[in-house]
């Protein structure tokens, strides 16, 4: 099998040294060249033509989102983003992801990271997936965030979107039952909430759990970012508060969301326990917990990722009262591993293209 062509793109010159030996170790992979700023490097990915970029997002004369959209526009290549935690940074990340990147790996401390080898396997894993993506893809959902965000602008109300669904149909499988919705995304998840969540209106009938696999210190920003683009509010869950209908709680980043009875009502439950399917968040660990919730229909939302994350918090659902279940299409998910996963565990109701899973969400509700 053909090695995996790697193009290093960092300003800091122990840093591109840093990564090339970390890559070197993988004997799927071959550093092909290294770029200093933005400019160098979509002059040496038109000639060395790369399978994949690894871009620092903080750079001087182009930074890394400039040269992102340069590079999809000029030379598509799957991009991973190398970023750090500083709100600047998490902030250019997620503009990021809307542009085409394929995904990123967090630094551990700032731009020069001499702890980078704690970050290494992941690297590895992003690189060898970002490898295997469709790059034409990865245009097209960056074209379709903004034409989901158009299109969804124009409802003003739940009455417009729903007005073509049978009424008795779509409320007899909860008649009786509260609702909830869990969603579960890991790679490519960001662009995929966005698509979701911008097309929910404010006054749904539900609380929204989500698990969006990604490092302490992103998530808040994710929020804060989906929050100021959404009907609904959507925030970083935080211990202790009660859930509410209209409000989507993401889970931080580091930590396993969960929920707890408090009198009548549930509240937010984090904690710091082992790592489930390598992740902290869980996906499983969410629904596990959700399944608890006795008088509630779940309305389960698999998106992309990598992995199988999801696949036995479903049938821990499916156990323990009403679900509809809804999986990303393998033509709109960057990675088709967990929704894939969750197709073959035969709960999933209904498959579905990113851009119309908001509108079978509120079929439900």
Known sequence: MDKVKVLIVDDSAFMRKLISEFLAEDSRMEVIGTARNGIDAIEKIKTLKPDVVTLDVEMPIMDGLEALNRIMNECPTAVVMLSSTTKKGTENT??????????????????????????????????????????????KNARNIERCLSVWGEYSNIDSIVSSIN?????????GYKKIIVI?????????????????PVDIDAPILIVQHMPPGFTKSLATRLNSLCK???????????????????????????????????????????????????????????????GYAKIAVIMTGMGMDGSKGLTKLKHKGPLKAIAESQDTSIVFGMPKAAINTKLIDRIEDVEKIARAVISYC
């Open 232 to 294: 609904i509010k959507v925030k970083e869950a935080e211990e202790g508060e009660l859930i509410q209908k209209g409000v989507a709680y993401i889970a931080p980043g580091g930590y396993h969301l969960k929920v707890r009875k408090v009198g009548m009502s549930w509240a937010i439950l984090l904690d710091q326990s082992e790592l489930r399917n390598g992740h902290r968040p869980s996906v499983d660990v969410l629904m596990e917990s959700v399944s608890e919730m006795n």
């Open 94 to 139: 997620f503009a990021a992801m809307n542009s085409g990147a394929f995904d990123f790996v967090a630094k551990p401390s700032g731009a020069i990271s001499l702890d980078l080898h704690k970050i290494k396997k992941e690297l590895h894993e992003k690189i060898m997936a970002a490898s295997r993506a469709n790059v034409h893809k990865l245009e």
């Open 167 to 175: 009424e008795k149909n779509r409320r007899k499988w909860f008649y």
């Open 184 to 200: 579960g995304t890991s790679t490519g998840g960001p662009r995929a909430l966005q698509t979701v969540l911008t097309g929910l």
